[in-house]
Structures are given as structure tokens and as C-alpha cells.
């Protein structure tokens, strides 16, 4: 269907013409119109495609001309410059000879794998009033907080209650989801719509089953790259970044998880998109392990309110990692071999059954490797971004089937297994900065009955990321017997 403007309203064109260069089309709000629940439902917290509607372009057209939805140009071009209006870019455009406008029309690559848009495109949002919802005692959470895990959650409290920043800067295993219940119950107590965002679909895999437990009465969506979307809003939403594109003044609560990983800390889209999705007076609360140069600056700057746990919710220090040589590994991989210190570390962790993962630097030397390791136990399973088994597999290494686990860095975070230790091959690479090799240490000691475990860098020449990832840890275990927060 084409579409053109006339008389300010957005309708289906009788001549190709292509919608002029404005950047919105809205109306005065009628309180008084019968709007329709479940247009409301579907588009409410929303920016989406107009073809992607399920619901007659007359509809659309009156819920507009009744100021309920908004129309917003997909790709506006004004005096020479391209915007995309869902994701932000003006760098990354294509254009296509189109059916639909009889023209050369320009539409976005940065975004196409969410729908394409382009110039004759128009995106809709709702403007009507939201479904309300209030959650009185909704967490059912008996578990009890330490003194640092306290006080970050009456800073998150108060950052709700007063719609505003907040930082928190807590060690790998310092029990952030626990820091965020009374304050996810103090938005729903209050009707506020949430959003958990975090950068990788591993982590909100992990999250959300957690989120029910705390709250089993509170309806949850969760969405990622191929889990269903049922295209409505819930008082509680657990995503990954990219998913935040589909939103549009959503949440009164964004709380970003692992602000500091890839590829959220990298790319200006995904974090336009946080704030995109956020309603004009709303708040936002940033986690984060390993926060970087710019998050340090803007704490010591006074940029930002935020709160550090420098201690794990069960009182024991941060395991330490050791720094352990271990020569040309990578000519012994190209010979088919392993070198003779990673084959007697692999088999002590078998004997000693002890599960473990073994962060290996690419996926290329990962499936190097992974025949060779099999040699020693064919239980042993590696996993990679590229793996069409790779939930499958991290379900199976959590259940205690697997006993040493091969990963490229996709598993640095988030991912929580008791009793686990590590060693990272290569750990001189540039893939593994300070930030990742302090997330990768985090996955040791988490649980209080075992908080303990061993932690191998092994390397051909020792690096600044390397002595800076155990300076760090070092620091953080200082601060917290300070503190007094360690047993």
C-alpha cells in the first residue's frame, strides 16, 4: 500500500506520491473517543512498521485523526542528511527500486533484521492512555541481603521513587539480581513498567527464571534473537539490547545489565535505543563488574549517583588468579598436540571431578582444540556464538554432564555454575581485555558453599590487561575487608 500526506493526515495514496520530509505526524488527544483496547494493546510501548499492524489502515487512520497514534517517517531525509528513525543511524542506507512508491527508495541496513525501513515506510506509535497495573507485596523473595547489598538497594529505591541515575558497581558473584528485587517491587507497587536489558542472550536466559521465582505472580516477557514476541506490553520485560529497538517511551524503569560488555559498550545504536525506550520521566539504573574509563570518569566527576559492593554476598574474598607460562602453545595446536601443562591441567580437573571452563582466544583455535581435548575425555565439549547446540550444551555443562566446557568469550558473563574453575588459553591475546579476564576470574567461588577455586592465566608473555585484571581483583578485596565485609 502507498501512502502520502494530505491535510496533515498519513492515508493510503491514489498517485505514488512518497510521504514529504517532517519527522512526526500527531493530533490533539480527543479523551473522549472510544479508543480501541486492542489497538492500544498492541501498540502501546511500540514503534513499529506500519505493514506489521494486524489492524485496517482506517482504524490506524482514525486512532490518529483522534491523536491515540502518532505516524513517525521511517528514513527522513532532510537537507541532504538520512536519518533512520527506529534505530538512529546516518551512516548505513541502501536503496532498492521500489514497488510500493514507483521509486529509487532509500531504506536502512543497520536495522533491517527487525523489518525494513524505508522512505515510503511509515513507522506508528500509540499516544493514547496505557493499561494500568499495581503489584501490592508482589516479591517473594526470603533470602536475606548483606550490609553492601543493602545499601545498593535503598539506592535503588530511591533512584525509582525519584526518577532519576544510578551506578552500581558490584563484583562478579556480589548478588546484583538480589540488589534489584525491592526496587523492581517498589515500581511495580506503584504501577511502573519495567525493562531488565542486558547485551547478551545467554544472560537473559538465566535472568528470567530467577525474576519469576522472586516475583511468580507478576506477568514477565522475555525477549532475545528467536524467542516469540506476543506484541504486547508486560509490567515486567527481561531483554537483550537490540530488542529495545522495537520500543518507544515504554518503561518507567530501565535497568541496564553489564553496561560495560560488548556489543552494548560499543555501539551508539543500542544505547540510543535504551533511551529511546524510556519514558520522559523515568530511571535508569546501570550494572556493571568492570566499569570503563568513561563510567570511572563519570564517577569521580560526580557525573552519576553510584554505589559499589566491592564484596560477594557470601563474605569470601574474590578468588585471585595466578599467572602460569606456558610457552609456544599455539605450535603445539598446528601440530596437532597439546601443550604437555594444559593436558596435565585438563586431566586434574577430571580426576579430581572438577568441573571447569577453558576460555580458548577465537573459534577458529577453539575447534583446533576440541579434538585434541577429546583424546584425554570425550566428554569434554567446546561452544561458540556459531554453535546450533550452544544452549543445549551450557544446559547440559550447568545439569553437571559436562565436565570441562571449551568457550570463546561469549560465556565470560552472566553464566552461573557452582563449583566451577577456569583457565583461559592464550590469555596474552587482545581479546582478552582487563574487563574480560576479571568477568572470566567471576565465574569462580560464587557460591557460598564453595567460594573457593583455582583461576589459571595461561600465557606466553604476561600483559597490562593480565597484571591489571588481578590488580583489580586484589583492589576489590582490599576495600571489602576495609569495609569489614569479609569473613
Same mark, same amino acid.
Given at each position: 500500500?502507498?501512502? %502520502?500526506?494530505?491535510?496533515?493526515?498519513?492515508?493510503?495514496?491514489?498517485? +505514488?506520491?512518497?510521504?514529504?520530509?517532517?519527522?512526526?505526524?500527531?493530533?490533539?488527544?480527543?479523551?473522549?473517543?472510544?479508543?480501541?483496547?486492542?489497538?492500544?494493546?498492541?501498540?502501546?510501548?511500540?514503534?513499529?512498521? /506500519?505493514?506489521?499492524?494486524?489492524?485496517?489502515?482506517?482504524?490506524?487512520?482514525?486512532?490518529?485523526?483522534?491523536? *491515540?497514534?502518532?505516524?513517525?517517517?521511517?528514513?527522513?531525509?532532510?537537507?541532504?542528511? /538520512?536519518?533512520?528513525?527506529?534505530?538512529?543511524?546516518?551512516?548505513?542506507?541502501?536503496?532498492?527500486?521500489?514497488?510500493?512508491?514507483?521509486?529509487?527508495?532509500?531504506?536502512?541496513?543497520?536495522?533491517?533484521?527487525? +523489518?525494513?525501513?524505508? %522512505?515510503?515506510?511509515?513507522?506508528?506509535?500509540?499516544?493514547?492512555?496505557?493499561?494500568?497495573?499495581?503489584?501490592?507485596?508482589?516479591?517473594?523473595?526470603?533470602?536475606?541481603?548483606?550490609?553492601?547489598? &543493602?545499601?545498593?538497594?535503598?539506592?535503588?529505591?530511591?533512584?525509582?521513587?525519584?526518577?532519576?541515575?544510578?551506578? $552500581?558497581? =558490584?563484583?562478579?558473584? =556480589?548478588?546484583?539480581?538480589?540488589?534489584?528485587?525491592?526496587?523492581?517491587?517498589?515500581?511495580?507497587?506503584?504501577?511502573?513498567?519495567?525493562?531488565?536489558?542486558?547485551?547478551?542472550?545467554?544472560?537473559?536466559?538465566?535472568?528470567?527464571?530467577?525474576?519469576?521465582?522472586?516475583?511468580? %505472580?507478576?506477568?514477565?516477557?522475555?525477549?532475545?534473537?528467536?524467542?516469540?514476541?506476543?506484541?504486547?506490553?508486560?509490567?515486567?520485560?527481561?531483554?537483550?539490547?537490540?530488542?529495545?529497538?522495537?520500543?518507544?517511551?515504554?518503561?518507567?524503569?530501565?535497568?541496564?545489565?553489564?553496561?560495560?560488555?560488548?556489543? *552494548?559498550?560499543?555501539?551508539?545504536?543500542?544505547?540510543?535505543?535504551?533511551?529511546? &525506550?524510556? @519514558?520522559?520521566?523515568?530511571?535508569?539504573? *546501570?550494572?556493571?563488574?568492570?566499569?570503563?574509563?568513561?563510567?570511572?570518569?563519570?564517577?569521580?566527576?560526580?557525573?552519576?549517583?553510584?554505589?559499589?559492593?566491592? =564484596?560477594?554476598?557470601?563474605?569470601?574474598?574474590?578468588?585471585?588468579?595466578?599467572?602460569?607460562? #606456558?610457552?609456544?602453545? @599455539? @605450535?603445539? /595446536?598446528?601440530?596437532?598436540?597439546?601443550?604437555?601443562?594444559?593436558?596435565?591441567?585438563?586431566?586434574?580437573?577430571?580426576?579430581?571431578?572438577?568441573?571447569?571452563?577453558?576460555?580458548?582466544?577465537?573459534?577458529?583455535?577453539?575447534?583446533? $582444540?576440541?579434538?585434541?581435548? @577429546?583424546?584425554?575425555?570425550?566428554?569434554? %565439549?567446546?561452544?561458540?556464538?556459531?554453535?546450533?547446540?550452544?544452549?543445549?550444551?551450557?544446559?547440559?555443562?550447568? =545439569?553437571?554432564?559436562?565436565? #570441562?566446557?571449551?568457550?570463546?568469550?561469549? !560465556?565470560?558473563? +552472566?553464566?552461573?555454575?557452582?563449583?566451577?574453575?577456569?583457565?583461559?588459553?592464550?590469555?596474552?591475546?587482545?581479546?582478552?581485555?582487563?574487563? &574480560?579476564?576479571?568477568?572470566?576470574?567471576?565465574?569462580?567461588?560464587?557460591? &557460598?558453599?564453595?567460594?573457593? +577455586?583455582? #583461576? !589459571?592465566?595461561?600465557?606466553?608473555?604476561?600483559?597490562?590487561?593480565?597484571?591489571?585484571?588481578?590488580?583489580?581483583?586484589?583492589?576489590?578485596?582490599?576495600?571489602?575487608?576495609?569495609?569489614?565485609?569479609?569473613?
Amino acid at each position: 500500500m502507498l501512502f %502520502e500526506v494530505i491535510n496533515n493526515k498519513l492515508v493510503p495514496s491514489k498517485h +505514488g506520491s512518497r510521504i514529504s520530509e517532517h519527522t512526526i505526524l500527531e493530533q490533539p488527544l480527543n479523551t473522549s473517543f472510544n479508543f480501541s483496547y486492542d489497538l492500544q494493546q498492541f501498540l502501546q510501548g511500540r514503534l513499529l512498521l /506500519i505493514d506489521g499492524i494486524p489492524f485496517p489502515i482506517e482504524v490506524i487512520q482514525e486512532h490518529f485523526e483522534q491523536g *491515540y497514534v502518532k505516524y513517525h517517517y521511517g528514513v527522513n531525509k532532510v537537507k541532504g542528511l /538520512i536519518t533512520c528513525k527506529r534505530c538512529g543511524t546516518q551512516n548505513l542506507f541502501a536503496s532498492f527500486d521500489c514497488a510500493r512508491c514507483k521509486m529509487n527508495c532509500t531504506y536502512c541496513r543497520k536495522c533491517i533484521a527487525m +523489518g525494513r525501513v524505508s %522512505e515510503c515506510t511509515p513507522l506508528v506509535s500509540w499516544e493514547g492512555p496505557v493499561s494500568n497495573f499495581v503489584y501490592e507485596n508482589s516479591l517473594e523473595w526470603d533470602g536475606q541481603l548483606s550490609k553492601a547489598q &543493602a545499601a545498593a538497594s535503598f539506592e535503588m529505591v530511591e533512584t525509582v521513587t525519584k526518577h532519576s541515575d544510578l551506578l $552500581i558497581w =558490584a563484583v562478579c558473584g =556480589a548478588g546484583k539480581t538480589e540488589v534489584l528485587f525491592e526496587g523492581i517491587e517498589a515500581a511495580l507497587r506503584t504501577g511502573k513498567y519495567i525493562c531488565l536489558a542486558t547485551p547478551r542472550t545467554d544472560v537473559v536466559i538465566e535472568l528470567a527464571p530467577r525474576i519469576k521465582k522472586a516475583f511468580p %505472580e507478576v506477568e514477565i516477557q522475555t525477549l532475545y534473537g528467536g524467542s516469540q514476541d506476543p506484541r504486547t506490553l508486560a509490567p515486567v520485560t527481561i531483554a537483550t539490547t537490540h530488542q529495545l529497538l522495537r520500543f518507544y517511551k515504554a518503561f518507567d524503569v530501565i535497568i541496564v545489565d553489564e553496561v560495560d560488555a560488548f556489543p *552494548y559498550s560499543f555501539d551508539a545504536m543500542l544505547q540510543r535505543a535504551v533511551q529511546q &525506550a524510556k @519514558k520522559e520521566h523515568s530511571s535508569t539504573i *546501570y550494572l556493571t563488574a568492570t566499569p570503563t574509563p568513561n563510567w570511572k570518569r563519570k564517577i569521580e566527576k560526580k557525573q552519576i549517583q553510584a554505589v559499589t559492593i566491592p =564484596a560477594r554476598f557470601h563474605g569470601h574474598p574474590l578468588p585471585v588468579p595466578e599467572l602460569a607460562w #606456558i610457552g609456544n602453545w @599455539k @605450535k603445539y /595446536i598446528n601440530n596437532k598436540k597439546l601443550p604437555p601443562i594444559l593436558e596435565d591441567w585438563l586431566v586434574k580437573k577430571l580426576r579430581n571431578n572438577r568441573q571447569a571452563f577453558l576460555f580458548i582466544p577465537s573459534i577458529d583455535l577453539l575447534e583446533k $582444540i576440541l579434538p585434541l581435548v @577429546k583424546e584425554v575425555s570425550e566428554k569434554i %565439549e567446546g561452544v561458540h556464538s556459531r554453535d546450533p547446540l550452544r544452549k543445549e550444551k551450557v544446559s547440559s555443562f550447568r =545439569a553437571g554432564h559436562i565436565p #570441562i566446557l571449551l568457550t570463546t568469550t561469549i !560465556l565470560e558473563r +552472566g553464566v552461573t555454575v557452582p563449583s566451577t574453575e577456569v583457565a583461559v588459553l592464550g590469555a596474552d591475546d587482545p581479546v582478552f581485555t582487563e574487563s &574480560a579476564l576479571v568477568q572470566i576470574a567471576g565465574r569462580v567461588g560464587r557460591s &557460598a558453599a564453595d567460594p573457593t +577455586g583455582e #583461576i !589459571l592465566f595461561f600465557h606466553f608473555g604476561k600483559t597490562k590487561a593480565m597484571l591489571d585484571a588481578k590488580k583489580q581483583l586484589e583492589s576489590m578485596n582490599k576495600a571489602a575487608l576495609k569495609k569489614g565485609m569479609l569473613k
